[in-house]
């Protein structure tokens, strides 16, 4: 005589997690978007302020080489929005047209330094700075 074999209902196993569905937690894609965001934002201004959200958001919560490119992140948008506000005051002087041009640059190149470094693995060596 066979014994009656109870069914465990199955459930299906966890979809595997791909690597879009982390892009909001700290970590390397987390910090490649705020930039590529930050790089946007000469098209759509409003990608920046999304940036910084998203970079306020994860520090503290990553390893401390990712911490360095949130730092600078963060710092790329405050010193940005203030070489911006100087700008548009010495525009009046005609000045401030060569300084928001200067800031965009140096807002290119911090991003792009950025984006290297966190491709590589390797943190901002000095985070805080306020040149490049």
């Known amino acids: ?3 009656p074999t109870s069914q465990m209902p199955q459930t299906p196993p966890p979809p595997p997690t791909r ?32 940036g910084v959200v ?8 990553s390893d401390p080489w990712l911490e360095t490119h949130y730092t600078w992140a963060i710092r790329t948008f405050w010193i940005g929005i203030l070489y911006v506000a100087i700008s548009v005051v010495l525009t009046l002087a005609l000045v401030g047209v ?6 965009a640059v140096w807002v290119i190149v911090r991003c792009v330094i950025g984006l290297q470094r966190v491709s590589n693995d390797q943190p901002i060596e000095r985070p805080e700075s306020w040149l490049i």
Do not use: C, H
Not at 37 to 48: D, E, H, K, N, R
Not at 98 to 103: E, G, H, R, S, W
């Open 1 to 3: 005589m066979t014994e």
């Open 98 to 103: 060569i300084l928001a041009i200067a800031t």
């Open 54 to 61: 998203f970079a306020y958001l994860n520090r503290g919560k």
């Open 19 to 50: 690597r879009t569905d982390n892009w909001m937690d700290p970590g390397k894609l987390n910090v490649q978007i705020i930039y590529v965001l930050y790089l946007a934002s000469f098209v759509i201004g409003i990608t920046a302020v999304v």
